[in-house]
Structures are given as C-alpha cells and as structure tokens.
C-alpha cells in the first residue's frame, strides 16, 4: 500500500468496494482521509482514504478509494498486519484461478479485455 506498507487482504468478489481497510492497520500506518486534519488518523465513518498505490502481482494500481471497516471482518480479528479485503472491482482487472478442491488461488496476470 503507498508503495512502502505491506498488507495481507482477502479476496472478496462480492463487495463492490474496491478497497475494504482493517481499522486497526489504518491506526497503526497512520492512514488518513484527505478532509482528516494532518496529524489525525483516519477514524471509522470518516470521508473514504486515497491510496497512491497498490501493488499486487507486480502491477500497480494508482488512485484508489479505500473505505474503513465498521465491522471487522471474521477473517481479520483485531490483528493490525491484516489489512482488509480487496473487491470485485480491483479483481476484475485481473485473471483469477480458484481451485476450491485444493484452497488455492492464482493471480494469472493482467485482465485482458
């Protein structure tokens, strides 16, 4: 996340959000709402966060909306390295293999249209 933050996100193609945040790793890293005042985090309910960047299997996407979860996730606790969950509409610039028998997923490169 901004290019220096690593963050472990869960798949989640039913939101339609691009970017869900954990709150506890938007406290730890300090991230903030553009209408946030400089020194004060983001707090649940603020105006959504901008990220500069997200790089996933080497691609970069920029100038991303990211929203603070009300609700932790199931999957994330209150562990703050857990970052939230990644929506259809950041997977559907990729190609995605489920292999639901195994439990396993493959990023398979870049969507082509």
Known sequence: VNGAIPGRFQLDLGVAAPVLLNRSYVRLHHLRSASAPARQPAAVGDAPLHLDSLLINGRQLTDLQATVQTVP?????????????????????????????????????????
């Open 73 to 113: 996730a199931a999957a994330a606790s209150d562990d703050p390295e857990f970052a939230g969950a990644l929506g259809l509409p950041v997977w559907r610039r990729f190609r995605l293999v489920l292999d639901y028998s195994a439990r396993r997923g493959w990023i398979d490169g870049p969507r082509t249209p």
